[in-house]
């Protein structure tokens, strides 16, 4: 995933296919009985298909060339199925839209960071809509919302997108880093000087969200931040968070085997800790290969 501690970006070859390890797993913890919680990993490929020719077989190539990676996370609020059906909808949304602008980023200028970015942000307040179109139309769902973190890698930059208070974490050299910032009301109550951290973090505000998709206000963050090996990427819920502490995310990730033994580690850390909440996780790394290095 993302690194802020990136020396020179862009100076290494793009990882393939077979470098990438990511996993993702969601659970609905102990206590509730719905799962709000929604994710996806996916490529966008760049291929070519051919309909009919009179050449040989396999004298063409086939294989398609990845243009982005992109994870996604979305907590869905509002309680029962109106979280469920907010979350599901946001990352269709998202999706579609995502899909859509990253071929235009290819096609046009690549470069152009600040136009992607505000994309991006459109994305979010489109998806915003639709969300809150779907809660004012039908009486059973009203009030839904849902958060959504959401990380595309492009080699050689990453973007995040960060509404509500699922996280986006980088470790990298022994060191966690928290990349998103919680849109809660304890964080905003922090950043006035209101709370102290602690305080905020044991309040009634902890966990009520001062943006989000499909609530009162959404606020969406664009960040772009330079891609680099041997650093391992987290997004999660905060169910994870709950009961996980930034200590543990660190010793588990400093030792992980692979994407899908962490991510299965930390939901059961979760869940032992409670499992109060639904849990989703989702970890990336690059992982070089020699062989590909020489090719």
């Known amino acids: 995933m993302t690194s ?34 929604h994710f996806i990993i996916s490529s966008l490929q760049k291929e ?32 029962g199925l109106k979280g469920e059906e907010a979350s599901r909808l946001a990352v269709a949304s998202i999706v579609q839209y995502v899909a859509h602008t990253m071929r235009a ?26 969300v809150r179109e779907r809660s004012e139309g039908d009486p059973a769902y009203k009030g839904m919302a849902t958060t959504l973190t959401m990380w595309i ?26 990349i998103t910032r919680d849109q809660t009301m304890a964080q905003e109550l922090v950043d006035q000087g209101v709370l102290n951290r602690t305080d905020a973090f044991n309040s009634r505000w902890a966990h009520v969200l001062s943006s989000s998709i499909g609530g009162q206000q959404t606020a969406p963050v664009v960040t ?13 819920s905060d169910g994870l968070t709950k009961h996980v502490s930034d200590d543990q995310l660190r010793d588990r990730l400093s030792s992980l085997t692979s994407a899908k033994q962490v991510c299965e580690d930390l939901l059961q850390d979760a869940l032992d ?23």
């Not at 931040?225 to 999660?236: E, I, R, S």
């Not at 499992?275 to 790394?285: E, K, L, S």
Request: hydrophobic residues 30%.
């Open 4 to 37: 802020p501690h990136t020396s020179k970006p862009g100076t290494e070859r793009a990882p393939s296919d077979s470098e990438i390890d990511i996993f993702g797993i969601t659970h609905p913890g102990k206590v509730r009985p719905v799962n709000q919680d």
């Open 273 to 295: 800790g409670g499992g109060t909440d639904n849990i989703t996780v989702m970890v990336a790394r690059m992982v070089r290969n020699d062989a590909e290095e020489a090719s």
């Open 153 to 178: 890698g492009a080699w050689p930059s990453s973007y995040l997108l960060q509404v509500g208070d699922s996280r986006c974490y980088v470790f990298r050299r022994g060191k966690l880093t928290q």
């Open 224 to 236: 772009r931040l330079p891609l680099a090996w041997d650093t391992v990427g987290l997004l999660c």
């Open 105 to 130: 980023y290819y096609t046009h200028d690549a470069s152009d960071h600040t136009e992607f970015i505000q994309q991006l942000e459109e994305a979010a307040y489109t998806c915003h809509a639709k």
């Open 48 to 79: 070519m298909r051919v309909h009919g020719t009179s050449l040989p077989p396999n004298s063409l190539p086939t294989e398609s060339r990845r243009l982005a990676m992109f994870g996604m996370v979305a907590d869905g609020v509002g309680g």
